[in-house]
């Protein structure tokens, strides 16, 4: 059988209500935006794809592995930010950077060793960010810009990290269902 699943930092319920604060506020553009929900905010380390639960000891013992040489560290959720770019937007997110790269780190490790379970290593560059939505049509996308622009200095918080999770993402017709298989200690 298999699951859908992908590595994460939990946010802390304050920030994800700063998140969703700023979120209404995005959401008076009226852009054609599928928009994550409060409780889904989360930022991803490495997403997994459709797996095999039969792998699950071994991506246990590479996650575990990966975080258990690092000591617990700080991420700023700070300015915001789009790929491909704030001018043409696609996916509308904010950033989350430490200053020890230990979110590189940690990502790069779990990418490297991943393959050798068959999971595709990714051919992007890691960039930290918390996902806010997804644009589905260029409706009111000027607006939003706009919206974007006047708050890309804006702070949401210091999230501190001492675990991070595999995470199942079950998709239904109202949106994904995430749970939370297991955590991982840092350090």
Not at 6 to 12: D, K, L, W
Not at 45 to 65: V, Y
Not at 133 to 138: A, L, N, Q, T
Request: with cysteine.
């Amino acid at each position: 059988m298999t699951i859908r699943a992908f590595v994460a930092i939990e946010i802390n319920k304050e920030i994800k209500n700063k998140l969703s604060e700023f979120l209404t506020q995005l959401k008076k553009a009226d852009a054609d935006v599928k928009w994550v929900t409060c409780e889904n905010i989360h930022l991803t380390l490495k997403f997994l794809g459709h797996i095999g639960e039969n792998i699950l000891p071994a991506l246990n013992k590479i996650i575990n592995d990966t975080v258990s040489c690092l000591r617990p560290f700080d991420i700023n959720i700070e300015n915001v930010g789009a790929f491909p770019s704030l001018k043409k937007p696609r996916v509308i997110f904010v950033c989350a950077q430490d200053k020890e790269s230990n979110l590189l780190k940690i990502y790069e490790k779990l990418d490297k060793e991943m393959e050798e379970l068959g999971i595709i290593r990714d051919s992007k560059k890691y960039v930290g960010h918390i996902t806010l939505g997804r644009i589905k049509s260029r409706k009111n996308v000027p607006a939003l810009i706009n919206a974007l622009n006047s708050d890309a200095g804006y702070f949401f918080g210091r999230e501190k990290v001492n675990y991070i999770s595999l995470m199942q993402s079950k998709l239904t017709p109202k949106g994904p269902i995430y749970t939370r298989l297991k955590n991982f200690t840092i350090g």
